[in-house]
Every structure is written in C-alpha cells, then in structure tokens.
Nanobody, 119 residues
C-alpha cells in the first residue's frame, strides 16, 4: 500500500502561482511513477502531468505545458507541482497518484487538494 497526501491548494488570482505537494508513505517511493490529475465540478478527471521513478523524465498534458512543472524528491518521498500563470479554467481538485514504475496503471490515489483561480 502507498498512502498519498496532497497539500498546497488554495485561492489565487489569475496569473498567480501555487505549488502543490504530495507526500507518500508506505512502500518504497522510488518504485513508483507519480502523476497529478485534476477534476473540475461536473467534469471527468483529467491527466495533468507525470514523472518517472527517477525523476529524469516528465510528461505533461498539452494544456499545462510551459506553465506547470512536476518534480520529485525521493529522499523526502514527495512530488511537487509548480503551477504558474494560472487561469480560471485551472480551478479543480488536484490529486496525485502512483503507478508501478514501468507501467501507466495508476494504483494509488490521494484525496486531493482544491485549487481555485479567480478572474
């Protein structure tokens, strides 16, 4: 089992920045690919970004490229999502997830943290 706890959400004006964190506990953190997802009210959950188990490779949805940066610190069992140039359409609950390091099957999920961007 892997337990994931997100933090860092909040209310920010359009154009502002937030940094989300996701702390993991349980099984060896660096055995897992990690990702961020988001879900807006009335919408389906969508993929935002992912990072390889070493942190050497990152992946982004087109709508966040150039604005968001995913990173990880395996010594702290934590991943981050730096979000810049935020837009009102980025408003959602952001959740982190873990997948076995060579797979894209997301097995563990956090509860999420609310991000609200005002116009």
């Amino acid at each position: 089992q892997v337990q994931l706890v997100e933090s860092g959400g909040g209310l920010v004006q359009a154009g502002g920045s937030l940094r989300l964190s996701c702390a993991a506990s349980g099984r060896t953190f660096n055995n897992y690919r990690m990702g961020w997802f988001r879900q807006a009210p009335g919408e389906e959950r969508e993929y935002v970004a992912a990072i390889s188990w070493r942190g050497s490779t990152t992946y982004y949805a087109d709508f966040v490229k150039g604005r968001f940066t995913i990173s990880r610190d395996n010594a702290k069992n934590t991943i981050y999502l730096q979000m810049n140039s935020l837009k009102p359409q980025d408003t959602a609950v952001y959740s982190c997830a873990a997948a076995p390091k060579d797979q894209w099957r997301w097995e563990y999920w956090g509860q999420g943290t609310q991000v609200t961007v005002s116009s």
